[in-house]
Structure formats: C-alpha cells, structure tokens
C-alpha cells in the first residue's frame, strides 16, 4: 500500500528512537537509520546529559564529523527519561541548520516519547538473553500456517519469512511475550448494501475468535504467549467515508465488549487489546496546547459529525508523519503502473461505498466519481501517514495488515476468517470458495465491508455483500433472516433453501404488487378468529392459491401474514399457501 515515502514531516525527519541508560550506554535502537546512528554513538553519547535533572524533552543539538568529510551533520535530540529514571527514552532528527524553532516538532516528538512501545524492561536485560530458536521457528511455522494470507507476487520464501523470524526472536531471545499489531476494525462501512447496520456483529466476532485461537496456540509451545494489538484506524478515515466519529466510538466500544465475552476467565482480553488514534495521542489533557500551535486543517469532503479529540488527532497525524502530496500526485500523472492501481483501486472502491449514501444521493454519477477521486487520494495519504506513525509508535512489534503484501517485510498479510471454514461468494448460486469475489479488492475479507450467512444445519459460514442476501429473501428464493446465532453472539443471516413446491409458488414482488391492486377485498375477507401474534421474519414473499394473491412477511411454515391488498393492509393466519383466517388492521390511501 506505500508509495514514494518522502517528505518533510517529523516522521521523515528521524532517524533513530533508542533506549539509553543514564550514564550513556546504548541498550536498544531502532528506526529507518538505526545501524548509522548506533555505528556513529560514541560520538553522540559524550554530549547527552548524564544527570537526570539535566534531562528532558527540550531539543538538544549534537553533531559528528564523518571520516569522509569535514563538515559537521547537525543532529537534534529529545529525551524523556522512564521507570524513575533507568531508561532514559530518546529519538534523533536531521533537521536543516537554518530551520527555526518548530514548535509543533517540539509538541509531537514529547507525544511520541511518551507513547512510544520500546520495551524497555526487556531491552535492558541484555545478560538474560535467551536462545530459543526452535519455538521461534514454530511462532513462525504457525503463523504460516494458520493466520497469513499468500498473495500474488509473495515473497514469503525470498527473504519474508527470515524478516518475520528475526521480528519475533526480538522477543523470544528475552523470553518475553510476543506482540503483533494490527491496523483494523475501523467502523461499519456506509454502504447498507454492504453491511447490515452500524456495530460488530457475527462476522467481527469470528474475526476476534481466529485471533484468539492464534495467541492460545502461540501459548500451547511458547509459555510466555503473545498479544495482538489492534490499532484501529476507524478515526483516521471516519470523515473519508461518510461515518460519524460517534458512531466510531459506538463501534468500538461494541467490540471491545465483544472481545472482553470471550474467554473471560482465561486471559481472554489480554490475548488481544485495542488502541485507536484517539488512545495512541490521548490528547484530552493537551486540547488547549494542540489548539495554540495552528496545525493546518486537513481537507474534509463529506459532511460527517465530527468530535474534537477525533478531529484534533487527525491534525496531529496528518501534520507530524504525511508525506508529500506532490510526490503521489506527480506519480499519478505520470501513470506508473503499481501507484494507479492503487489509486484506481480506491477511487472504485469508494464510489461503490458512498454509493447509497445521503450525502451522495443526490449527486450525479459523474459528481459521485469526482468525489470518490478526491477521497480517494486524501484516504491514500492518510493511510501512509497511519502506517508511518504505528511504525515510530511500535518500532518493535510484528506488523499486521489486512491489505494484500508481498509478505517481504515489514507488513505481513493475514487472514481474518479460516479459509475452511468460512468462504466468500459472489452469489447463492455459487456457495463454492471464490477468493477475492468481492469487489473490494483493497482488502482480504473483512466483516466490517460484508455480514456473514450460513444455511441451517449447516456448520459452513459464507462472506458476503449484504444485497445479495436482502435481495435473495425478497424474491422468495430463501427463506429466514437476520438472526442471533445464539446468546451473547453476534448477529447474521440464517436462510434455508425452499423446497421445489414453495419455490413454485413464489411470485416476484412487483408482479404480486400488479395482481393484487385489481382485487377487491371483500373476496379476501373471511370470518374468523383473531390473528395470534408472533414475531415474523424480514423475509417477504408473494404466495399465489386459486382464490387470493397475496404479499406477506413470513414466520416458519405457519405463521402470522400481513397482506397488503391495493392501499389496505390486513392480518392472518395461514400456512404460506392459503389464507385460513384474516382480519384488516390499516387502511391506507
């Protein structure tokens, strides 16, 4: 998903985050220059403060000579102390001699060292390091196996699975627990005819119980486990795609529930935790000193609510890790292959999202596909300026993406549904595996872009578009509905196939809507008890008998009826064939 990663940003600016002992002793370093800055230290390190008083996250300048040249590089240092001051916390920028004071550089490197996930326990235990190389291969051997996702063009076997190894020896050589981190579960996609409504349900649930079960097997061959970090990115495009941030939060909140109901009693919500943007800055107590540093306003395209933490995260984001728009705009017109199959890829992408909604509904289509163009490069910047901050955020953590990748390195493609027990399908008529059916191709089957149905008694789960089965259940070729699939779990479809007798009978919507304007409903009308009441299914069917047409919603093969007959609604009871007893309830004009 990355394009030409350049810019001027305070995430291009750095070169190193590293954990140093108070009397200068490098214990751990990372970051996109750690192997220059860790060979140049001992140049560095006589000019860091040795007293904690003397420490702090006022920028200090440094410099060196290289062997090559006599000229200084000019190096900027923030440091934060930790744990009383054991570990002191450091990140190094190269920033031009003629900058002026950057006060927003100041304010997000204090965020970062605040935030950032070195592990510094561990790092400092450097005399405890342990060799565990066969458990190491086995994380390794499982992940391949159980969670990642082989795309076109992997190079899990060239160089990807050493990448993979070398990320998870960082923590097993200290017998510590692994951890993955994970940009997903945003929100519900807009789009009704993707999903059905706005929280987690069935589809999220099988997502969490997968990575559940992945953490547990780490746990049966490696004692001290392993924890999937989910950094959900719902904040970062909320705007983009036509989602209210309170509806992001509600989504959250809903699934952080969700994760905390399974396996309460064994470590269940550790397995797997949750940070959003929002959590990573955390900025409520900061609001007014974020407000004073005139952060430029980020390009908003839809009209979405909005909260000011959201929005004030959003600013920090795009302001301290963006890279050059120019860059992808220039790569863009000059057509180069892999940036306009990106750029394509979103822009279909999200004129099919926005599709149905309100905002768009009263555009053109024309007007619709200029939106989703603009959309579409603003959600590409963001989503490198996301990945730039998870990656100075948890500079040590095993990367997970639900895009497709090469499976080189750093990202690692997974998949969120077991493959033999959960397949994606374009239609009923064709409920045999067919990855990548789904028109999103930007993403590996997720839960938040489909909804899940299965066929009762029938253990096998399938991914979907929701239209697919809302239209299957309105035409009479199915019958049932969206159902609990039992207590405490999340919702689905549960539709059965209609036998040959039942599928003879059906009649289209609008065809039984045509024969039933021309009836009178005094030939309907028959004495008889009162209607029992019962919950019936969303499932509408036109059912056809020698003396009626009718239209109703459907519960089993007896039921409750409603029939609407020209402008009048009426009730009854019947076995889907005929009507035995009915009784008018509304009349309509």
């Not at 009479?476 to 039942?502: A, Y």
């Amino acid at each position: 998903m990355e394009f030409d990663n350049s810019g001027g940003s305070v995430y291009h600016k750095t070169q190193a985050l590293y954990i140093r002992s108070l009397d200068g002793q490098l214990n751990r370093i990372a970051g996109p220059h750690q192997q220059q800055m860790r060979e140049i230290w001992q140049l560095i390190q006589p000019q860091l403060p040795r007293e904690l008083g003397d420490i702090s996250a006022t920028p200090r300048s440094v410099s060196y000579t290289e062997s090559t040249g006599s000229t200084p590089v000019e190096l900027i240092v923030y440091e934060s102390p930790r744990e009383g001051g054991n570990a002191i916390f450091g990140m190094i920028l190269q920033t031009p001699a003629c900058e002026p004071e950057n006060v927003f550089q100041d304010f997000f490197v204090k965020l970062l060292l605040k935030q950032m996930r070195l592990h510094a326990e561990k790092a400092l235990e450097f005399s405890q390091i342990i060799d565990k190389p066969d458990r190491t291969r086995a994380i390794v051997d499982l992940f391949d196996n159980y969670l990642r996702h082989t795309g076109t063009q992997d190079q899990w076997h060239q160089g990807g699975r050493d990448y993979f190894e070398g990320r998870v020896r960082h923590f097993t050589s200290r017998n510590a627990k692994v951890e993955f981190c994970l940009p997903a579960f945003p929100c519900k996609s807009s789009n009704p005819e993707k999903v059905m409504g706005n929280l987690p349900d069935r589809g999220e649930e099988m997502a969490l119980l997968r990575l559940h079960s992945f953490v547990r097997e780490i746990e049966a061959i490696y004692e001290p486990g392993a924890k999937v970090w989910i950094i959900s990115d719902g904040h970062v495009f909320s705007d983009c795609i036509g989602v209210d941030d309170d509806m992001v939060d509600r989504y959250t909140a809903s699934l952080v529930a969700m994760n905390e109901a399974i396996d309460p009693n064994n470590g269940g919500s550790d397995r797997v935790g949750f940070k959003s943007l929002v959590d990573l800055f955390d900025l409520k107590s900061s609001a007014a000193e974020v407000a004073s540093l005139n952060i430029p306003e980020i390009d908003h395209f839809l009209h979405t609510k909005v909260t000011e933490e959201a929005e004030l995260s959003r600013k920090v984001l795009m302001s301290g890790c963006q890279s050059e728009k120019a860059n992808l705009r220039r790569r863009i017109d000059a057509q180069e292959p892999s940036i306009l199959a990106l750029y394509r890829g979103f822009s279909r992408f999200m004129l099919e999202d926005l599709d149905l909604h309100p905002y768009t509904k009263p555009m053109t289509r024309s007007q619709r596909k200029k939106l989703s163009i603009k959309v579409s490069f603003e959600m590409i910047m963001r989503n490198q300026a996301y990945s730039n901050l998870v990656e100075l955020l948890f500079p040590d953590h095993v990367r997970l993406s639900i895009h497709a990748h090469t499976n080189s390195g750093p990202k690692f493609g997974v998949r969120l549904f077991d493959k033999h027990l959960v397949k994606t399908v374009r239609s009923l008529e064709d409920c045999t595996e067919t990855e990548g059916a789904s028109s999103d191709l930007l993403h590996i089957p997720t839960p938040w872009h489909n909804c899940m149905f299965q066929f009762a008694d029938d253990p096998k789960v399938y991914v979907a578009k929701s239209k697919i089965i809302n239209d299957a259940l309105k035409a009479g070729h199915v019958g049932g509905g969206w159902v609990e699939w039992g207590e405490g779990h999340g919702k689905c479809f549960e539709i059965r196939k209609l036998s040959s007798s039942e599928i003879d009978s059906v009649v289209p919507h609008v065809e039984m809507e045509e024969k039933v304007k021309s009836m009178q409903l005094e030939t309907a009308l028959k004495p008889g008890t009162t209607p029992m009441s019962a919950h019936t299914s969303s499932i509408q069917i036109g059912a056809k008998s020698g003396k009626v047409g009718s239209l109703f919603s459907r519960l089993g093969t007896w039921g409750v009826y409603v029939l609407r007959l020209g402008g009048v609604a009426v009730l009854g009871l019947g076995t889907g064939l005929y009507m035995w007893s009915i009784r008018r309830i509304s009349a309509r004009s």
